[in-house]
């Protein structure tokens, strides 16, 4: 015999008040809200949490159906939900073609960014979670459930190279929705493509008492000339592999071009959202250069004679001489966080990836290894940076920049030390297969989770490896994929 309890205690308004369960035709409804159950279990309400519970013997099941559909389905129905919902899943996952380096880990990342991506836009949340802490105790606590511009191109050229074309058009259309409406751009929207404000829930101690809870996040009102890059080398992408960008598309991402061509020698806040003054991040102007760079490079391959692409090829090659001279500290020995600073800066990892220059340039190589002494607290875990950013506390190791190290070390020709790296990290999962954006040097996970750019940088990374000794892997694959369907 065994003893089954289920105890449902929704709490509307984040924790904030209670709920009346009443009767509601065959089922009960928590008053006030959508919430709906139907169960075969014999039911009470105790101050507000329900309680079902049965003792079945041997052969005897229970079902318990919960929702937001009035009125729930019927529990006769229970059964082929169960067997639906699991062979979508498994429909979906079959799509895959991808049977290259740690083709499992990157499947099931795939399912991880399937399940974070909204159907009715296409938007892809950063995590389900908000406020779960960095540092157990502290107060880097930030919501993140939004849409991230930084994702944009990984996930694109993710979702075509496994397979699942449908949703990078999807998520494509989505961003370029954004384009049209926001000018500037906002680094992250909802993911009904609006943000909200962010504040703090006094009620809620938080997890493991990380206080505050925040609700929206402040970030959307930051200067973060990074997101333009992203969101080109996304479009550049999505040309390449289909062939489909319309005019009325171009001119919104010509808009933004011109944008950087006129502002890029602006301080912004920088990739990592420091709540601080504006300075001359490295890699927001390396990602400017992506912009000005997959601008100029749409121009040629949509005929548009009429775009600037004289004068957006000098600012480009400027801000390259600029980044080169400004940004590389003779006496730190590597690329730095900002002009005229000596820190470290995870971010910079990327400068191989974007072509900004070749993995095995010295100054990249002498950046990557300044990068691990510096920020690393594990051999396969690399913290962001090191820089006073105005809040108290620390963090654990970033998973995005850990799996980029490996890209970037694959790029550099250093295969080996790559896939130690990246063995360690994917073992690092969780049992579920699940990455949380930070890990603690004794491997507690930290942040929100699971997390989508970590999972993204992990099948970026696994595809590197599969094509070790390609510079670049993901847009080579593009170009080779655009030229076969020509």
Same mark, same amino acid.
């Given at each position: 015999?065994?003893? %089954? ?13 209670? /709920?009346?369960?009443?009767? *509601? ?5 928590? *008053? ?18 329900? &309680? ?22 019927? !529990? ?16 979906? $996952?079959?799509?895959?073609? +991808? ?43 930030? *919501? +993140? ?40 751009? =906002? ?17 809620? $101690?938080? +997890? ?43 001119? @919104?991402?010509? #808009? ?26 490295? +890699?927001?102007? %390396? ?9 100029? #490079?749409?121009?040629?391959? @949509?005929? *548009? ?30 690329? &730095? ?27 990249? &190589? ?8 510096? !920020?690393? /607290?594990?051999?396969? !875990? ?24 490996? $890209?970037?070390?694959?790029? =550099? ?42 999972? @993204? ?23 080779? $994929? ?5």
């Amino acid at each position: 015999m065994l003893r %089954v309890r289920a105890e449902l205690t929704p709490r509307p308004g984040y924790g904030a008040r209670p /709920v009346l369960w009443r009767r *509601d035709g065959n089922g009960w409804h928590a *008053d006030g809200t959508p919430l709906r159950l139907r169960t075969d279990l014999p039911v009470t309400v105790e101050d507000g949490t329900l &309680v079902a519970e049965a003792e079945l013997r041997a052969g005897q099941d229970a079902t318990l159906l919960l929702g937001y559909a009035d009125p729930v389905p019927a !529990l006769a129905d229970a059964e082929e939900l169960t067997e639906r919902t699991a062979d979508s899943w498994r429909a979906w $996952s079959a799509r895959g073609d +991808y049977t290259g380096f740690a083709a499992g880990a990157v499947r099931h990342s795939a399912l991880v960014l399937r399940g974070l991506s909204y159907d009715e836009t296409g938007a892809l949340l950063a995590a389900p979670t908000t406020s779960l802490p960095e540092e157990i105790g502290g107060v880097r606590n930030w *919501d +993140y459930r939004f849409t991230w511009h930084r994702d944009a191109a990984l996930l694109l050229l993710a979702l075509f190279r496994l397979g699942h074309a449908e949703e990078g058009r999807r998520y494509l259309r989505f961003l370029l929705g954004i384009c049209a409406r926001q000018h500037p751009l =906002a680094p992250l929207v909802g993911i009904h493509g609006h943000a909200t404000e962010e504040r703090e829930l006094p009620h809620l $101690s938080g +997890y493991a008492g990380s206080a505050p809870v925040r609700v929206g996040n402040e970030a959307a009102n930051q200067i973060q000339f990074d997101t333009y890059g992203h969101i080109l080398d996304a479009a550049l992408a999505y040309q390449l592999l289909t062939g489909e960008l319309t005019g009325p598309q171009w001119a @919104l991402l010509r #808009r933004h071009v011109e944008t950087m061509a006129e502002r890029w020698r602006e301080p912004d806040h920088g990739v990592w959202e420091i709540r601080g003054p504006c300075r001359h991040y490295v +890699y927001s102007k %390396v990602m400017t250069w992506v912009c000005l760079d997959r601008g100029i #490079r749409l121009a040629g391959l @949509l005929g *548009d004679g009429a775009a600037p692409v004289d004068r957006w090829r000098r600012e480009r090659d400027a801000l390259h001489a600029e980044v080169l001279d400004r940004g590389y500290d003779e006496r730190a020995g590597s690329f &730095v966080m900002a002009y005229g600073g000596t820190e470290p800066d995870a971010s910079l990892l990327r400068m191989p990836l974007v072509g900004f220059l070749p993995g095995d340039d010295a100054r990249v &190589v002498a950046t990557v290894e300044r990068i691990r002494a510096d !920020l690393a /607290v594990a051999p396969d !875990l690399i913290r962001r940076y090191r820089a006073d950013d105005g809040l108290p506390g620390t963090e654990g190791a970033f998973l995005l920049c850990s799996f980029e190290l490996v $890209s970037a070390l694959v790029l =550099a020709g250093r295969h080996g030390e790559a896939r130690d790296i990246f063995d360690r990290l994917a073992g690092r999962a969780g049992p579920l297969g699940l990455h949380p954006e930070e890990r603690a040097p004794d491997g507690t996970a930290l942040g929100n989770f699971p997390q989508a750019f970590t999972h @993204l940088a992990l099948i970026e990374a696994a595809l590197n490896l599969d094509s070790a000794g390609d510079r670049d892997a993901l847009h080579a694959w593009a170009e080779r $994929s655009a030229a076969a369907a020509a």
